[in-house]
């Protein structure tokens, strides 16, 4: 079974708006981590959220984490079409350094 | 570094053929995952090794499955005999593990289609 699980499946938005995801894991963690995926293509790392911590920022992107609820969300703030991509979320189980990823969230930004 | 490197791209072949993927890991990474991705059931866990040993295995599918990691420079993974349900893309990861948090860093993944 999936440890996290994002939310929503797909995202549609124009360019310019905010992108917001979220995702939802079972198990005490370590970590927290976000990956993007453009199709056809690995995954990359995007930003790792440690389980003491309640935010992060990276560029235009913005990561909160509440253990409390096992639930974290993503922000892309103003969109842009090369945004386009899936975006999952992986932490380890049990807290294990495994990373366990999500279905993802398609994301698609129209120019 | 070139990052990490999977062959073949991509990959057709008959079921009940032998199909074997491989991957070398980045430089220095002493951690190595090998995921499936498909459609239905999103990005699976195969297996994971530490310092080229197997420490968990547990997603592996089926004794058709096996993986190796005979140096820390690559490893295969072998799918014999192939069934059209093993068709996916498979992803190999590695990362520096020192006890810490850690990123992976995934290769460009072989698509593989049994038919």
């Known amino acids: 079974s999936q440890q996290g699980e994002e939310d929503p499946q797909a995202l549609s938005i124009q360019e310019g708006e905010n992108a917001t995801m979220n995702c939802s894991y079972k198990t005490s963690i370590n970590n927290l981590q976000w990956y993007r995926q453009n199709s056809g293509r690995g995954l990359v790392h995007l930003i790792l959220i440690r389980s003491n911590e309640r935010e992060k920022h990276s560029g235009r992107l913005r990561v909160t984490l509440d253990t409390s609820k096992k639930s974290s969300s993503l922000l892309i703030t103003a969109s842009r079409a090369a945004d386009t991509a899936s975006y999952f979320c992986a932490t380890g189980e049990g807290g294990s350094y495994i990373p366990t990823f999500g279905r993802g969230t398609s994301l698609i930004v129209h120019p | 570094d070139a990052g990490v490197i999977q062959s073949p791209r991509h990959e057709v072949t008959e079921m009940g053929q032998e199909v074997t993927l491989r991957c070398k890991p980045i430089?220095?990474?002493?951690?190595l995952f090998w995921y499936r991705q498909t459609m239905m059931r999103g990005l699976e866990l195969l297996i994971y090794f530490n310092n080229n040993v197997p420490i968990d295995d547990s997603g592996m599918p089926e004794d058709r499955f096996s993986a190796k990691m005979p140096n820390a420079s690559f490893s295969t993974l072998k799918i014999q005999p192939s069934e059209p349900r093993d068709s996916a893309v498979y992803f190999c990861?590695?990362?520096?593990?020192?006890?810490?948090?850690?990123?992976?860093?995934f290769g460009q993944g072989t698509r593989l289609t049994v038919v």
């Open positions: 430089s220095g990474h002493n951690s």
């Open positions: 990861a590695s990362s520096l593990y020192r006890g810490g948090d850690t990123e992976a860093f």
